[in-house]
């Protein structure tokens, strides 16, 4: 495994974590009020 694809793996890694706190963020204030 070379620096690139690890490079690649990592930034793959912080789009779908972006991707999911940006996702997520818009829910929460709804799952608190059902709760």
């Known amino acids: 495994m070379n620096k690139s ?3 690649v ?3 793959m890694n ?3 974590a972006f991707l999911g ?3 997520v ?3 929460t204030p709804t799952i608190m ?3």
């Open 5 to 7: 694809t690890a490079l």
């Open 9 to 11: 793996i990592v930034l």
């Open 14 to 16: 912080l789009l779908i």
């Open 21 to 23: 706190i940006s996702l």
């Open 25 to 27: 963020i818009p829910v």
């Open 33 to 35: 009020n059902e709760l």
